[in-house]
């Protein structure tokens, strides 16, 4: 096996939201580069949803604030 091979996550070990403590103690016995490998899906991951979710909401720095969801909005802070 070269040094340039990928790490492989056993493939039972779900990487996201369910992973468990017990899982994540498997993967770190596995080694730096498990570990490594795991944390990099994981961001990976996590950057899709950000861009799927991004691509969904249609706003733009430019939109009006009439025409962005209440939801969305951050709430004014109070001046003491």
Do not use: C, W
Not at 16 to 37: D, K, N
Not at 47 to 74: D, V
């Amino acid at each position: 096996m070269g040094t340039d091979a990928m790490p492989m996550v056993a493939e039972d070990i779900p990487l996201g939201a369910t992973l468990t403590a017990e899982q994540a103690r498997q993967i770190f016995s596995q080694g730096e580069e498990a570990v490594v490998f795991a944390l990099l899906e994981l961001a990976k991951k996590l950057a899709e949803q950000k861009a799927a979710s991004a691509a969904g909401s249609h706003e733009t720095p430019s939109t009006p604030s009439g025409m962005k969801p209440p939801y969305t909005k951050l709430s004014p802070s109070p001046n003491i």
